[in-house]
C-alpha cells in the first residue's frame, strides 16, 4: 500500500484519537506519521498508544513515524486574588518575583530570567497575545508595565517575550525525563520546542544523539534571526505558526513560512507546516475554503509534510479531517503549477557523487518515463538526497534499519520500507524491480531508476545509477 501523493500527513494523537480502533482509521485515511505532544498525558498513556502504532505497523507492514513534541519551558504568571483581574487601557502594573498573591498594583512572574533578558520599551504578551503590556522600566528583578489594550488577566496564564533572547534551555526537568522516556521506546523524530538559537539544537543533539532524528520547531522570533544556523544543527524543521503569531504581527506569519520552507529545502532538510491548517474540523465536518487554500499554499510551496494538531486531537471528525487533508494534497499535486511552483526552489549541492547522481535522477525522470526511483540507503542520506531533488516519480526507499525506514517516512515523496542487505549488483537489481511490482509502484516493462553505492552498506558510498526493468518474472515472484 502506497499513498497517491507526495507530501507527507501528520497526525497529532489525543483524547479523540486515544484508541487502537481510531488509530488505524487515522492511518487508513491518510497519516504517514503520528505525533505525541507530551505538553498533555502521562507517560502511561503515551506508551499504550505507542504500542498500538506498532502493534499496527506489524499488522499493515510498512514502518510508521512517530515524532516525540517535547514541551518546552512555560512562562507563566502567578496567582492573583480573585483568580483575575480586570485590565484598563493605560493601567500601570508591577511584576515581580515576590511569590505572594497578586493585587490590582502588582502581580508575581517568578522568572528571573525575564527580568534578566527585558528592557524598558519592550512588551510582554499574556494569555496567547490577549493582553499586551509594555515594559516602562526594569531593575533585574521586577518591571514597571503599562497595559497596551483592555482585557483580563488570570492566574497562571502563559506569559511571552517576543523583544528577547532568554538565558534558559529549552529543556526542562521535565523535557528530560520524557525525553529519556520516548528514547526507550523509540521514538522516530524528537521535536524541541522554544527553540532560540542552535547551540539549542546542539544541547539535544548531545542526548539524543544517533537514537533519533532532531526537530527544531520555530516559533519564536529569535529563532528566525539565526534561523540557517538552527537549520544546520536540525535534522528537520517545524513551522509552528500558532506560537509565531502570537510573537510577531500576523501578516508576517506567512512570509517567514515561505521563508523557513525556502531556507530547509535549499539544505535538504524536512520541514512540515504546522497548527490550525483545518482548525473549523474541531467542530465541523467540512473545513474553510480559506483553510483548504492554507493547506495548498504549504504545497505549491513543496513542504515536505502538513501537519493536524487539534482536528485529530481532540476533535469531533478525526478521521474526516484526515481524509480531507488527503483529498486537499492529491488535488493539489495532480496542478501542472504546483511542480513549476515548487521546483523555483533547489537543494543545495555538494561537488561528490551522491549528489551528482541525485541531481542526474531529476534529469533521467524528465527525459524517460519511468515508475519509480529506488534508493538503497543505509543512513537515509542517499533517500533525502534523492526526495530533496523532488524528481516527477515516487521514491521507493529500501534500508535494512527499521529506525531509518521509520524517519524517512515524514520526508517528502518516500515510500520507506526495511529491506534486507544486498551484496552484489544482481541482488540489488532483483530485490528493487521485485519490490517495485509488490507494492504497487510499476508493472512489466516500466522503468525503474535505482540508485546505490558500492561497497554494498557502506553509509556516504552513493556511487552507482542504474535504469531496470520490470519483466514478468518480477511479477510472477
Known amino acids: 500500500m502506497h499513498r497517491h501523493r507526495s507530501t507527507k500527513i501528520v497526525a497529532t494523537l489525543g483524547p479523540s484519537s486515544k484508541d487502537a480502533d481510531m488509530i488505524r482509521q487515522l492511518f487508513l485515511a491518510g497519516v504517514d506519521v503520528f505525533r505525541m505532544n507530551f505538553s498533555h498525558g502521562t507517560h502511561a498513556d503515551h506508551q499504550i498508544r505507542y504500542d498500538m502504532i506498532r502493534a499496527l505497523e506489524r499488522e499493515i507492514g510498512r514502518p510508521i513515524g512517530i515524532l516525540m513534541d517535547l514541551q518546552g519551558p512555560k512562562l507563566r504568571l502567578g496567582q492573583i486574588s480573585g483568580g483575575k483581574m480586570n485590565l484598563e487601557i493605560g493601567q500601570k502594573l508591577r511584576l515581580d518575583m515576590n511569590p505572594a498573591i497578586g493585587t490590582h498594583e502588582r502581580v508575581p512572574l517568578l522568572h528571573p530570567e525575564i527580568f534578566a533578558a527585558v528592557k524598558a520599551g519592550e512588551d510582554l504578551l499574556i494569555d496567547d497575545g490577549k493582553v499586551r503590556l509594555r515594559i516602562l522600566s526594569c531593575d533585574g528583578e521586577s518591571a514597571e508595565v503599562e497595559a497596551l489594550n483592555a482585557g483580563v488577566i488570570s492566574d497562571r496564564k502563559g506569559v511571552n517575550v517576543p523583544g528577547a533572547i532568554l538565558p534558559l534551555s529549552p529543556l526542562t526537568a521535565k523535557d528530560r525525563q520524557d525525553l529519556e522516556f520516548g528514547l526507550s521506546l523509540g521514538m522516530d523524530w524528537i521535536a524541541l520546542s522554544f527553540v532560540q538559537r542552535p547551540e539549542d539544537m546542539l544541547e539535544l543533539k548531545n542526548i539524543v544523539g544517533n537514537r533519533a532524528a532532531i526537530m527544531a520547531k520555530l516559533e519564536k522570533p529569535s529563532a528566525i534571526d539565526s534561523l540557517e544556523?538552527?537549520?544546520?544543527?536540525?535534522?528537520?524543521?517545524?513551522?509552528?505558526?500558532?506560537?509565531?503569531?502570537?510573537?510577531?504581527?500576523?501578516?508576517?506569519?506567512?512570509?517567514?513560512?515561505?521563508r523557513i520552507i525556502r531556507v530547509a529545502r535549499e539544505?535538504?532538510?524536512?520541514?512540515?507546516?504546522?497548527?490550525?491548517?483545518?482548525?473549523?474540523?474541531?467542530?465541523?465536518?467540512?473545513?474553510?475554503?480559506?483553510?483548504?487554500?492554507d493547506v495548498a499554499t504549504a504545497v505549491y510551496d513543496g513542504t515536505d509534510a502538513v501537519m493536524l494538531s487539534g482536528e485529530s486531537a481532540a476533535g469531533a471528525y478525526p478521521a474526516e479531517a484526515v481524509q480531507m487533508m488527503d483529498r486537499i494534497l492529491q488535488t493539489i499535486e495532480k496542478d501542472p503549477l504546483q511542480r513549476i511552483t515548487m521546483n523555483a526552489v533547489h537543494s543545495r549541492r555538494r561537488s561528490d557523487a551522491r549528489d551528482a547522481i541525485s541531481a542526474a535522477i531529476r534529469t533521467v525522470?524528465?527525459?524517460?518515463?519511468?515508475?519509480?526511483?529506488?534508493?538503497?540507503?543505509s543512513s537515509g542520506s542517499t533517500?533525502?538526497?534523492?526526495?530533496?531533488?523532488?524528481?516527477?516519480a515516487p521514491t521507493l526507499s529500501m534500508t535494512p534499519s527499521l529506525p531509518i525506514a521509520r524517519r524517512l517516512s515524514l520526508v517528502w515523496g518516500v515510500h520507506s520500507i526495511q529491506a534486507q542487505d544486498v551484496t552484489s549488483m544482481e541482488e540489488i537489481v532483483n530485490n528493487a524491480t521485485q519490490t517495485a511490482v509488490k507494492h504497487g509502484f510499476g508493472s512489466p516493462g516500466d522503468a525503474l531508476l535505482i540508485v546505490a553505492g558500492q561497497p554494498f552498506g557502506v553509509t556516504g558510498s552513493t556511487n552507482l545509477l542504474r535504469i531496470a526493468y520490470i519483466t514478468e518474472d518480477d511479477k510472477a515472484r
Open 229 to 258: 544556523a538552527i537549520v544546520a544543527a536540525s535534522d528537520g524543521v517545524m513551522v509552528a505558526r500558532g506560537d509565531l503569531g502570537v510573537e510577531l504581527p500576523p501578516e508576517e506569519v506567512p512570509v517567514l513560512q515561505k
Open 267 to 293: 539544505a535538504g532538510k524536512p520541514v512540515i507546516v504546522a497548527t490550525q491548517m483545518l482548525e473549523s474540523m474541531i467542530a465541523s465536518p467540512v473545513p474553510t475554503r480559506a483553510e483548504v487554500s
Open 365 to 377: 525522470a524528465e527525459t524517460l518515463p519511468v515508475a519509480a526511483t529506488v534508493a538503497y540507503t
Open 383 to 392: 533517500t533525502l538526497r534523492v526526495a530533496h531533488e523532488r524528481p516527477p
